[in-house]
C-alpha cells in the first residue's frame, strides 16, 4: 500500500461549490504539506501543519482551508470553487524527529472547475 | 528573496547526451538544495539534494553543481535514457524554516531513443 494516499485522485465540479480533497499517511510523519501544482508556475505551498494542533499558511493560502483531524490525516477544502482554482494538487509528508528534510508526497488530485 | 527560477522550461536530449537544468537562488540563508523527479501519473520524489559545504554531489549518473558565489546550482544527468523523461524540480530551504521548500517552476525532460 502507497504510504501517501490522496482521494479523489480526479474531481470535477462547478463554480461556487465546496469540495474537499483528502490526504492521509502511514508513514508516521509529523509534518504534512499542501501544494497546488501548475504548468509553468511549479510546486507552490498552500497550507503546512507541524502537528495536530499547528496549522501554518503558505504562499496561496486564498481561497483554501485545511483541517488536521489527526496526525495522520489532512484534508484541503475549497470553500467555493472558482476555475482559477483548477490545478493539480498534491499533499506531502515529512518528519521532523530524524531531522531530515525530505519530502514524501502522495499521487495527486486532479481538480477541473467548470 | 524567496524566490527559485529554474531553466529551461523544456529539454529534449538524445539518448546518451547529457541533460543540464539550472536554477538560481537570491536568499543566502537558504542552505539545503534538493532535486525532485515526477513522472507523469505521480507525485514527486527526491532525486538528489546538497547542502552548500560541497561544491559537488554525485550519485550514479546524477550530478548536482554547486556555486554559492553565483548563487546557481545546477542538475546534470549523463549518459540520459528514456527513463529519465520526466519533469525535474530544484527547490531550496533554510534552517529554522520549518521544512518548507521553495520550488522551482519545473523542467521537462524528453530524452529520445
Known amino acids: 500500500d502507497a504510504d501517501v494516499t490522496q482521494t479523489p485522485r480526479n474531481r470535477i465540479t462547478k463554480t461556487g461549490k465546496r469540495i474537499m480533497l483528502e490526504c492521509s499517511q502511514t508513514?508516521?510523519?509529523?509534518?504534512m504539506y499542501w501544494y497546488r501544482q501548475d504548468p509553468g508556475l511549479g510546486l507552490r505551498l498552500i497550507y503546512y501543519?507541524?502537528?495536530?494542533?499547528?496549522?501554518n499558511k503558505g504562499e496561496i493560502s486564498d481561497g483554501y482551508s485545511v483541517s488536521r483531524q489527526a496526525q495522520a490525516k489532512f484534508s484541503l477544502s475549497l470553500e467555493s470553487a472558482i476555475p482559477n482554482q483548477t490545478a493539480l494538487y498534491f499533499c506531502?509528508?515529512?518528519?521532523?524527529?530524524?531531522?531530515?528534510?525530505?519530502?514524501?508526497f502522495g499521487p495527486g488530485t486532479r481538480l477541473l472547475v467548470l | 528573496q524567496q524566490q527559485v527560477k529554474q531553466s529551461p522550461q523544456s529539454l529534449i536530449v538524445q539518448k546518451g547526451g547529457i541533460s543540464i537544468i539550472n536554477c538560481a537562488y537570491e536568499n543566502t540563508a537558504f542552505d539545503y538544495f534538493p532535486w525532485y523527479q515526477q513522472f507523469p501519473g505521480k507525485g514527486p520524489a527526491l532525486l538528489i539534494a546538497i547542502r552548500p559545504d560541497v561544491s559537488e554531489k554525485k550519485e550514479g549518473r546524477f550530478t548536482i553543481s554547486f556555486n554559492k558565489s553565483a548563487k546557481q546550482f545546477s542538475l546534470h544527468i549523463m549518459d540520459s535514457q528514456p527513463g529519465d523523461s520526466a519533469t525535474y524540480f530544484c527547490?531550496?530551504?533554510?534552517?529554522?524554516?520549518?521544512?518548507?521548500?521553495?520550488f522551482g517552476q519545473g523542467t521537462t525532460l524528453q530524452v529520445k531513443p
Open positions: 506531502a509528508t515529512s518528519d521532523s524527529l530524524t531531522g531530515q528534510e525530505t519530502q514524501y
Open positions: 508513514k508516521g510523519h509529523d509534518r
Open positions: 527547490a531550496a530551504s533554510f534552517t529554522g524554516n520549518t521544512g518548507k521548500l521553495i
Open positions: 501543519s507541524f502537528d495536530v494542533k499547528d496549522i
